[in-house]
């Protein structure tokens, strides 16, 4: 079982990183998007943490014998989730970066040359 | 027949003029154009200064991002072949219509520039000889096509190519991945002797602390590559 301390601890960790996080959404410097998975993970385990019943009767029936040590290991998973989601994420985004970089320069190219031509057509009539 | 030689480049300032020169003289009939990878020296002012033409990446891609840059160009603008073409000084414009006319005559969609084929000129360190001799065997292995310098930076590519290339091209150390992924598609691939010189000036991509994850990097990218095979005969 879970001490009524350990109860309390893991509460209030659990409600400053709320805190923390609908600060952050309300400042915009996160994404309501990406936030969205870490509030249903505190909930998840905020559930477990205020009804320790669940917890108990999961681990017994994932056969984990001792109920503190699930909530490590779900958070171990989830961690793990977000992280790789990250990465994919990151490909994604250097993808999309290289693109626009390819995009701007060749665009940059382009003026310097429609430039030149530009000159060498007003210099021809004059 | 439009043709293009794409000079990735990066911090180049002491060579890239002297290849500019050399294309101009060996080559006439290319047209090139300089991708400057975001170079920290002169590089982009000396072009800039000679009125050579210069795609200025805003940041830097590195060499697959660099030289694919070049194929987009290239297919925007309807060229009929491409040429990657080193600006070091290693490669030799002399061979580029050398190069073309083979590739017309033997109606081949990519001819890469082999220094392993007559064996002349500069030869690599035994070290990175036998690097290279180790993807040769991969590839063969894996496609069953004898390709004697995959790691050969001087490559020249017809128009199907040119599109594969500006939709998809690997990052980093792309060359034996790209090889393998044009014979993939089914093309006909070829090599042409041709003689390089050492580098004059700047250093190689490739530092010997980073040979080993070269390896491993480019052997998982080859084994990748032929597991898609079948996307790309879609």
Known sequence: MMTVKLQIIVGICLFLALTVIVYMIKKRSLDLKYALSWLLALVFVLVLDLFPVLLTKLSAALGVWAPVNMIFFLGFCFSLLIIFTLTVMLSRMAERVRKLAQAVAMNEEKLDRMGRELKKLQEEKE | ?234
């Open chain 2, 1 to 234: 027949m439009k043709s293009l030689v794409i000079i990735p480049a990066y911090n180049e300032e002491k060579s890239i003029l002297n290849t500019v020169a050399d294309i101009k003289k060996n080559a006439p009939d290319f047209d090139y154009i300089i991708i400057n990878d975001c170079s920290q020296d002169k590089t982009l002012q000396l072009c800039k200064d000679a009125g050579i033409p210069v795609i200025n990446l805003p940041i830097n891609l590195g060499i697959g991002g660099a030289v694919q840059t070049g194929y987009l160009y290239a297919k925007k603008n309807h060229y009929d072949y491409a040429v990657q073409f080193d600006g070091d000084g290693q490669h030799d414009a002399a061979f580029l219509q050398e190069m073309r006319d083979y590739m017309n005559a033997h109606d081949l969609d990519m001819l890469i520039g082999s220094r392993f084929i007559e064996k002349e000129g500069f030869q690599s360190s035994s070290l990175r000889r036998f690097g290279i001799r180790y993807f040769s065997g991969l590839i063969r292995l894996l496609t069953g096509k004898r390709i004697t310098d995959p790691t050969s930076g001087m490559r020249m590519v017809n128009e199907s190519v040119i599109k594969m290339y500006a939709d998809c091209y690997p990052k980093d150390y792309p060359e034996p991945e790209s090889v393998v992924a044009v014979l993939q598609a089914g093309k006909k691939v070829e090599e042409y002797p041709v003689v390089m010189r050492e580098r004059k000036e700047g250093v190689s991509s490739i530092s010997p602390l980073k040979s080993v994850y070269y390896m491993i990097k480019v052997t998982l990218a080859i084994l990748v590559e032929r597991i898609r095979r079948k996307e790309y005969k879609k």
